[in-house]
Nanobody, 120 residues
């Protein structure tokens, strides 16, 4: 069983920055990769970034060059540094644990989500 808790969301102006955190607890076993997803109203939940236990990363094209995912394995915390935010980044951001084997394969373990709102 894995528990995930996101924090760090809020309201920012376009061009601003925000740092999200996801604290993990419990056993992960083979599901040791981490990822950030987001979901805007009326849209599908989409993968934003993923990171393996060895810190290999992948990003959605829409956030490349602006967002950075990282992890502190000793503290069991995953971060998402978001720079040059745009109004289209507005969504609820969720943390997920899963498997990273070529591609990211999400598990059914999700955090509660944290709202990110970017104003123009």
């Amino acid at each position: 069983q894995v528990q995930l808790v996101e924090s760090g969301g809020g309201l920012v102006q376009a061009g601003g920055s925000l740092r999200l955190s996801c604290a993990a607890s419990g056993s992960t076993f083979r599901n040791n990769a981490r990822a950030w997803y987001r979901q805007a109203p009326g849209k599908q939940r989409e993968l934003v970034a993923a990171i393996s236990i060895g810190s290999r990363t992948t990003y959605a094209d829409s956030v490349k060059g602006r967002f950075t995912i990282s992890r502190d394995n000793a503290k069991n915390i995953v971060y998402l540094q978001m720079n040059t935010l745009k109004p289209e980044d507005t969504a609820v951001y969720y943390c997920n644990t899963g498997v990273y084997s070529g591609s990211y394969y999400p598990s059914d373990y999700w955090g509660q989500g944290t709202q990110v709102t970017v104003s123009s």
